[in-house]
């Protein structure tokens, strides 16, 4: 079962508990973390960071952890982390991924602002959910 953050941190919040998160840059990886959280039936959040993306190995592990996800009884997000392009946030979520984070520190306020507002317009308008809002929010700071 893959679902988009908000729903997993709002249940986590409200019952007491964290969600742990594991960048992962192999489908042994993949199938470390998610076996291990499937028999503790606990919701994860696997992150594809920079690096994998450098070795393009975004859509190949997105598809090998849709893949996997779809057996399971535990949520799973699948997040982009530390993204500075809105490019790469729109490819990621056409891929499939059901998470973003923008990291738009290095721009000027004004324009961190407007970079992170748009990636909220952007992650709302595919039904990536309102609570998302905070995650994204928390980038404003330069």
């Not at 992962?24 to 199938?31: A, K, L, R």
């Not at 997000?77 to 990621?92: G, P, R």
């Not at 499939?96 to 748009?118: E, H, P, R, W, Y």
């Not at 959910?129 to 700071?141: D, E, K, W, Y």
């Amino acid at each position: 079962m893959t679902l988009a953050t908000g729903y997993i941190l709002q249940d986590a919040l409200q019952n007491r508990y964290a969600i742990p998160a594991f960048s992962v840059h192999s489908n042994d990886m993949i199938d470390a973390v998610l076996d291990e959280a499937e028999l503790a039936q606990h919701p994860v959040l696997l992150q594809i960071g920079q690096r994998a993306i450098r070795n393009g190995q975004m859509k190949s592990l997105t598809d090998y952890i849709r893949y996997r996800a779809g057996v399971l009884t535990i949520p799973v997000v699948i997040h982009l982390d530390h993204s500075h392009l809105y490019s790469q946030v729109v490819q990621a979520l056409r891929t499939g991924l059901t998470s973003c984070m923008i990291d738009a520190s290095a721009l000027k306020f004004d324009d961190n602002i407007a970079v992170t507002k748009s990636v909220v317009e952007l992650c709302h308008s595919v039904g990536i959910p309102r609570s998302i809002r905070s995650l994204c929010a928390c980038f404003f700071v330069s």
